[in-house]
């Protein structure tokens, strides 16, 4: 089963300006992305800057053979290879993105500008990394991602919030709304 | 000319009553005894507008909305707009009209647009504050207290995005999808699909869905599409209904 990866909305009354959201199946490896740019700026603009991400996540070219670790890194190269005025004024500095990859070996988390990561099921929600961890930290586009947190069990949704949302974990009774997942 | 000249208004009320009844009655505008009145006892105003014993002549009413700055220095907007629509029905559309002008954030406006527009709900008030900063709280409290039509009709009528906008986020997915399609018949490219992403999350096709039965013209599909091409499977499902549109 894919993995999914899904950012909590922001307070107010627009809550996903600039969110995007974007699945990437090869092979025996699954990637799923959730993340927003240009947040802070024009509703029109973030909407396409988001969009065009999510065309990228789609198809940019991945290798054959490749394992999720080869898909993680061909996804977040054609993300770097963006240019930066394609991605608004703060050129992609601004960039909070999740992604979750899946293979047969195991999932992993990476990402930029994270604030709290949490697994969540039906039953509960569970903090995937607490305190000073690595994979939390500022937006942006470094050349390579930090670093991968591979997970010791397997979670089908994993669910973030940006950097600069209060760290309280998500709702446990609204949060697939929360994240902008509607029925 | 006004009929109270020479009456001192904390002394002689019944008599200013009395000749304000004449005047109206024998038919003189008693705009100028109003505006005497604005100026030198604002309270007497107040009593002789909205008080127990206030003439209910809509021609009374009119003058007294010309100095109605005045008569909110006596009484809470919210309390006087409401009692002017009861005093004077005839009137309550240029009230409510007056009220959002002079405060167009004001939350009481939903209420009193219930009661005055009602099915049309909102449109008076979302009418006089498009240009204004609360347009968009108020887009979200019109759809809240389920304003639908008068949202439509804004939306008709501005082409502004925070009307449908509004209505998805209180799950009117039905009327939205209505808005959607008049605010791009009245400005193409109003970013309106943007709008709805940013209220309901980065795949907003259910909602995009939702426009398709209003679709009637092939440049107003062409403009959704256009907008929306971002979902591979909208934009397959778009295409082939532009390619089926008979009219332009």
Same mark, same amino acid.
């Given at each position: ?183 | ?28 505008? %008693? ?117 639908? %039509? ?37 400005? %193409? ?16 096709? %259910? ?42």
């Amino acid at each position: 089963m894919s993995p999914i990866a899904l950012l909590h909305g922001d307070p107010g009354r627009l809550p996903f300006v600039g969110h995007f959201r974007a699945q990437r199946t090869i092979e025996g490896a699954n990637l799923a992305a959730s993340g927003r740019v240009h947040a802070r700026g024009d509703v029109s603009a973030a909407f396409r800057i988001a969009r065009a991400i999510e065309a990228t996540i789609r198809g940019c070219p991945v290798s054959d053979g490749a394992d999720r670790h080869d898909l993680l890194s061909a996804v977040w190269q054609a993300i770097h290879d963006i240019e930066g005025c394609d991605l608004g004024p703060d050129k992609g500095e601004d960039l909070v993105i999740l992604f979750v990859i899946g293979d047969e070996q195991g999932t992993g988390i990476a990402g930029m500008g994270l604030g709290g990561v949490w697994a969540i099921d039906e039953q509960s929600i569970r903090p995937l990394v607490e305190g000073d961890h690595p994979l939390l930290g500022g937006p942006g586009r470094p050349d390579r991602l930090p670093g991968v947190l591979t997970l010791d069990e397997p979670a089908s949704t994993v669910v973030c919030i940006a950097h600069d949302h209060p760290n309280q974990p998500p709702n446990t009774t609204n949060w697939r709304q929360a994240c902008g997942v509607n029925p | 000319m006004s009929a109270i000249a020479d009456l001192d208004p904390r002394r002689d009320l019944v008599l200013i009553r009395e000749r304000i009844d004449l005047q109206l009655r024998v038919g003189d505008d %008693p705009t100028e005894t109003v505006r005497d009145l604005a100026s030198r006892n604002p309270i007497a105003l107040a009593d002789l507008v909205i008080g127990p014993r206030a003439p209910r002549d809509p021609r009374w009413i009119r003058a007294a909305l010309e100095s109605v700055a005045v008569l909110e220095e006596a009484l809470s907007p919210y309390g006087l707009y409401r009692k002017l629509v009861a005093l004077c029905p005839e009137l309550q559309t240029e009230i409510l009209k007056i009220a959002a002008r002079r405060h167009p954030a004001a939350g009481w406006l939903v209420e009193l647009s219930r009661a005055i527009e009602g099915q049309q709900a909102g449109f008076i008030h979302l009418s006089a504050c498009s240009g204004h900063p609360s347009f968009t709280q108020n887009c979200w409290a019109h759809a809240a207290a389920g304003h639908l %039509p008068g949202l439509i009709a804004v939306a008709t009528q501005t082409g502004l995005p925070q009307t449908a906008a509004a209505l998805v986020a209180h799950g009117h997915l039905d009327a939205a999808g209505v808005a959607m399609v008049r605010i791009i018949e009245r400005a %193409p490219d109003t970013p309106v699909v943007a709008m709805v992403a940013a209220v309901w999350g980065p795949d907003p096709v %259910p909602v995009l869905k939702k426009t398709l039965p209003h679709l009637r013209s092939r440049a107003v599909a062409t403009a959704l599409a256009q907008q929306s091409n971002g979902y591979r499977d909208f934009s397959t499902l778009m295409n082939t209904l532009i390619g089926a549109m008979v009219q332009p």
